[in-house]
């Protein structure tokens, strides 16, 4: 459990976002939705403890400045946007997932190598794992850094468009893994622009917009107030009814003919 009490989180010197009040459960799926520049990976990186803050976020009754590096990737794991290309290969990378957890010979027992192969199992990298980090495409790349942020065991996952760069088909593959670690019992918290993707997947939503939470609650209510997401996103996410869809939303300018005629054009 993540809470936030009037905080107020600063980047590049100046105050970014200002929230009176969150909270991020575990056992689900939050989206964090706005527009491009609205503070979605300024809000993530500030849960991980990477950039300043003032007010109050508690990490399972702990301040999180308080808390001790080694401690924090215990109870919380961080995927960034961008990525970088260390000299090493893939079983390598997703391995340093867990590093919090090793003792003072930082050695891998059974249980971390277990770990590292169930992850690269679960993102489907497994048979890369022998290759340079270097030789691997974009999406390939994303899926063994979400292979490591798996690894890291951590009830608390802060996943900032993992989706980037990803195929359809991997896409679909992890939304079913951010569904599958919250009936695991772990908090996934995702920034996404995908809002039909998003919606498909999350139990509730936190819409930024103006530098604070303009909305927040479960994705259903948020869908059925148009004006909410038309304010912060500037179009609406619609229902779509159908047998067999991938994700059952579109988006809509919140004109309800606009709905109605893409769920027509799926029916058909």
Same mark, same amino acid.
């Given at each position: 459990?993540?809470?936030?009490? =009037?905080?107020?989180?600063?980047?590049?010197?100046?105050? $970014?976002?200002?929230?009176?009040?969150?909270?991020?459960?575990?056992?689900?799926?939050?989206?964090?939705?706005?527009?491009?520049?609205?503070?979605?990976?300024?809000?993530?990186?500030?849960?991980?403890?990477?950039?300043?803050?003032?007010?109050?976020?508690?990490?399972?009754?702990?301040?999180?400045?308080?808390?001790?590096?080694?401690?924090? $990737?215990?109870?919380?794991?961080?995927?960034?946007?961008?990525?970088?290309?260390?000299?090493? =290969?893939?079983?390598?990378?997703?391995?340093?997932?867990?590093?919090?957890?090793?003792?003072?010979?930082? $050695?891998?027992?059974?249980?971390?190598?277990?770990?590292?192969?169930?992850?690269?199992?679960?993102?489907?990298?497994?048979?890369?794992?022998?290759?340079?980090?270097?030789?691997?495409?974009?999406?390939?790349?994303?899926?063994?850094?979400?292979?490591?942020?798996?690894?890291?065991?951590?009830?608390? @996952? @802060?996943?900032?468009?993992?989706?980037?760069?990803?195929?359809?088909?991997?896409?679909? =593959?992890?939304?079913?893994?951010?569904?599958?670690?919250?009936?695991?019992?772990?908090?996934?918290?995702?920034?996404?622009?995908?809002?039909?993707?998003?919606?498909?997947?999350?139990?509730?939503?936190?819409?930024?917009?103006?530098?604070?939470?303009?909305?927040?609650?479960?994705?259903?209510?948020?869908?059925?107030?148009?004006?909410?997401?038309?304010?912060?996103?500037?179009?609406?996410?619609?229902?779509?009814?159908?047998?067999?869809?991938?994700?059952?939303?579109?988006?809509?300018?919140?004109?309800?003919?606009?709905?109605?005629?893409?769920?027509?054009?799926?029916?058909?």
């Amino acid at each position: 459990m993540i809470e936030l009490v =009037d905080v107020i989180i600063s980047y590049r010197g100046h105050d $970014a976002l200002a929230i009176p009040e969150a909270s991020f459960g575990n056992g689900k799926v939050t989206a964090v939705v706005g527009r491009n520049g609205s503070g979605k990976s300024t809000l993530l990186r500030a849960l991980a403890g990477i950039i300043p803050y003032r007010g109050s976020i508690r990490v399972d009754g702990d301040e999180l400045s308080g808390i001790p590096h080694r401690e924090r $990737a215990r109870r919380t794991a961080y995927l960034p946007q961008t990525l970088s290309t260390p000299a090493m =290969d893939v079983a390598t990378l997703v391995g340093h997932g867990r590093f919090s957890r090793l003792g003072p010979l930082r $050695a891998m027992g059974a249980d971390d190598r277990s770990a590292v192969q169930r992850a690269m199992e679960l993102t489907d990298v497994w048979e890369l794992r022998d290759r340079p980090v270097s030789e691997l495409s974009g999406g390939e790349r994303q899926r063994a850094y979400l292979a490591m942020v798996v690894a890291q065991d951590a009830p608390m @996952l @802060l996943l900032d468009e993992p989706g980037a760069h990803l195929d359809v088909a991997h896409r679909r =593959d992890v939304v079913r893994i951010m569904r599958r670690l919250a009936d695991e019992g772990k908090g996934v918290v995702v920034a996404s622009h995908d809002l039909p993707e998003t919606f498909a997947v999350c139990n509730e939503a936190c819409v930024i917009n103006r530098g604070t939470i303009g909305a927040w609650g479960d994705t259903g209510s948020i869908v059925e107030n148009d004006g909410l997401l038309l304010d912060a996103m500037g179009v609406c996410v619609r229902r779509i009814e159908g047998d067999g869809l991938l994700f059952p939303y579109a988006l809509s300018d919140g004109d309800d003919t606009v709905g109605a005629a893409a769920a027509d054009a799926v029916r058909e």
